[in-house]
T-cell receptor, first 113, second 113 residues
Framework: QQQVKQSPQSLIVQKGGISIINCAYE??????FPWYQQFPGKGPALLIA?????SEKKEGRFTISFNKSAKQFSLHIMDSQPGDSATYFCAASKHNAGNMLTFGGGTRLMVKP | DTEVTQTPKHLVMGMTNKKSLKCEQHMGHRAMYWYKQKAKKPPELMFVYSYEKLSINESVPSRFSPECPNSSLLNLHLHALQPEDSALYLCASSALLGSYEQYFGPGTRLTVT
């Protein structure tokens, strides 16, 4: 069964700190690993995504690190801000192959001022 | 325009009512999705339409009936729901079926009394 395991379930970080969320997957057929950000009362929004042939991708303060051999990937939020407080979902997909997104369980991030 | 709109924002219905949720996108996407999201959980896929044809039904009870009148619109008809069906119902779209890049609407908060 396709699964993506995400940890931690919740995370509290001080403003300016680094937030780190980890995910692990089982199915090596996945070829895209997106992260979605969801604010209360809103739908999830694509934040950043990575392919398994890339070890790291950075967009602003958000970085995905990817370890293909370990089947793990993580999201790092540098200089975390109170506005980053949201729920983050990692996901996995076999892009455009008819397979749907497989979401991790989510991490509720709170950044304290 | 990268927006997916959903109406209504909130809906309270009794177990004998019939109601409909509506979703609209004008991005030219050919895949549209219905998800159900419970509190503190990831979105759970319900239905997928590709080129206006039902592609995936994730064993959803028949009290939920999807409809795709055209490439921009997606409806979810509700009838004889149960209190456990109370949740946030999210609509999403993507350029093609199975794309990792999905655009989500803000959702309809449904309460069944």
């Amino acid at each position: 069964q396709q699964q993506v395991k995400q940890s931690p379930q919740s995370l509290i970080v001080q403003k300016g700190g680094i937030s780190i969320i980890n995910c692990a997957y089982e199915n090596t057929a996945f070829d895209y690993f997106p992260w979605y950000q969801q604010f209360p009362g809103k739908g999830p929004a694509l934040l950043i995504a990575i392919r398994p042939d890339v070890s790291e991708k950075k967009e602003g303060r958000f970085t995905i690190s990817f370890n293909k051999s370990a089947k793990q990937f993580s999201l790092h939020i540098m200089d975390s801000q109170p506005g980053d407080s949201a729920t983050y979902f990692c996901a996995a997909s076999k892009h455009n192959a008819g397979n749907m997104l497989t979401f991790g369980g989510g991490t509720r991030l709170m950044v304290k001022p | 325009d990268t927006e997916v709109t959903q109406t209504p924002k909130h809906l309270v219905m009794g177990m004998t009512n019939k109601k409909s949720l509506k979703c609209e996108q004008h991005m030219g996407h050919r895949a549209m999705y219905w998800y159900k999201q419970k509190a503190k959980k990831p979105p759970e896929l319900m239905f997928v339409y590709s080129y206006e044809k039902l592609s995936i039904n994730e064993s959803v009870p028949s009290r939920f009936s999807p409809e795709c009148p055209n490439s921009s619109l997606l409806n979810l008809h509700l009838h004889a729901l149960q209190p456990e069906d109370s949740a946030l119902y999210l609509c999403a779209s993507s350029a093609l079926l199975g794309s990792y890049e999905q655009y989500f609407g803000p959702g309809t908060r449904l309460t069944v009394t």
